[in-house]
């Protein structure tokens, strides 16, 4: 996924948006199908290194890259498509 400089400000939201409601994002901290109750040190420091991240297209798509699987990265271009179909950018 090539994250591009118009969608910053979303994915911004979308990854705080996971964050504050999956105690478990990003999956790429977790095994597959594991029942987890509290977050693993993978996830504190994938939010650790999200809360210091500066707000650069560069800077996220590596974080992207890094933490975040399949499965995430396909929720959140699901999401931006319907961003987009609900707000178009020319509107």
């Not at 999956?22 to 109750?37: I, N, T, V």
């Amino acid at each position: 996924m090539k994250l591009e400089r118009k969608d910053k400000a979303f994915v911004a939201w979308w990854i705080d948006h996971q964050f504050t409601t999956k105690a478990h994002f990003p999956d790429a901290g977790c095994k597959q199908g594991s029942k987890l109750k509290q977050p693993t040190k993978k996830h504190l420091k994938a939010y650790k290194t999200w809360r210091k991240l500066p707000l650069k297209v560069s800077k996220l798509q590596a974080w992207m890259d890094e933490w975040l699987n399949e499965h995430d990265k396909q929720a959140l271009m699901h999401s931006m498509k319907r961003q987009h179909k609900d707000h178009p950018p020319w509107s």
